[in-house]
């Protein structure tokens, strides 16, 4: 079992920066990899970025490409996404998700932080 807590989001204005954190609790050492989705009202959820839990292999989605990154502290269970440049789109509950090792896809996530974004 793994638990997910997100915490960072809030109300910033269109170019602003905001770093939503992840802390992992129960049995993170057996995660390998790491995501942030988002979902906005009135749409699907849309994957963001993702990183392998030890480090490196980062993707993320072409509308956030230059403007966030994923990253996980050194030591400890925390995952992170620093947002800059932030545009009204960008408004979204942000969902993070983890995936265990055997399963096919991200098994455990967060109930999710807003993120609004005003222009």
């Known amino acids: 079992q793994v638990q997910l807590a997100e915490s960072g989001g809030g109300t910033v204005q269109a170019g602003g920066s905001l770093r939503l954190s992840c802390s992992a609790s129960?049995?993170?050492?057996?995660?390998?990899?790491m995501a942030w989705f988002r979902q906005a009202p009135g749409k699907e959820r849309e994957f963001v970025a993702s990183?392998?839990?030890?480090?490196?292999?980062?993707v993320y989605a072409d509308p956030v490409k230059g403007r966030f990154t994923i990253s996980r502290e050194r030591v400890g269970n925390t995952v992170y996404l620093q947002m800059n440049n932030l545009k009204p789109e960008d408004t979204a509950v942000y969902h993070c998700?983890?995936?265990?090792?055997?399963?096919?896809?991200?098994?455990?996530w967060g109930r999710g932080t807003q993120v609004t974004v005003s222009s």
């Open positions: 129960g049995r993170p050492f057996s995660t390998v990899a």
């Open positions: 990183m392998r839990w030890s480090g490196g292999s980062t």
């Open positions: 998700a983890a995936q265990q090792v055997g399963a096919s896809g991200y098994n455990y």
